[in-house]
């Protein structure tokens, strides 16, 4: 069994800065790609950022220069920098992994963290 726990949102004035943290936890597993993706009341799921697991990136053109995807291999961890936030900002960040259990018959599979609350005030 693995589980992707978010961490690091919270209420900022807009300009600052928040960092989010995604765990991935549970034993004899493997990870590919890791991002994050945002939701906001009344819209659809989107991509925030991507990281693969030899670190390229790709980003939403709205979040490009000011937002910065990284990846910590050896702690299962993605983290998401988030500098000079705006309102439009705000929203449910969720972690995305996709991930394989090392045993034997098994297949990747996607995984969603429970998501964590952005909130961005003018």
């Known amino acids: 069994q693995v589980q992707l726990v978010e961490s690091g949102g919270g209420l900022v004035q807009a300009g600052g800065s928040l960092r989010l943290s995604c765990l991935a936890s549970?034993?004899?597993?493997?990870?590919?790609?890791m991002g994050w993706y945002r939701q906001a009341p009344g819209k659809q799921r989107e991509l925030v950022a991507g990281?693969?697991?030899?670190?390229?990136?790709n980003y939403a053109d709205s979040v490009k220069g000011r937002f910065t995807i990284s990846r910590d291999n050896a702690k299962n961890t993605v983290y998401l920098q988030m500098n000079s936030l705006k309102p439009e900002d705000t929203a449910v960040y969720y972690c995305?992994?996709?991930?394989?259990?090392?045993?034997?018959?098994?297949?990747?599979?996607?995984?969603w963290g429970q998501g964590t609350q952005v909130t961005v005030s003018s």
């Open positions: 990281i693969t697991s030899g670190g390229s990136t």
């Open positions: 549970g034993i004899n597993f493997e990870i590919k790609a």
């Open positions: 995305n992994a996709d991930i394989r259990l090392r045993l034997a018959g098994q297949t990747w599979r996607n995984y």
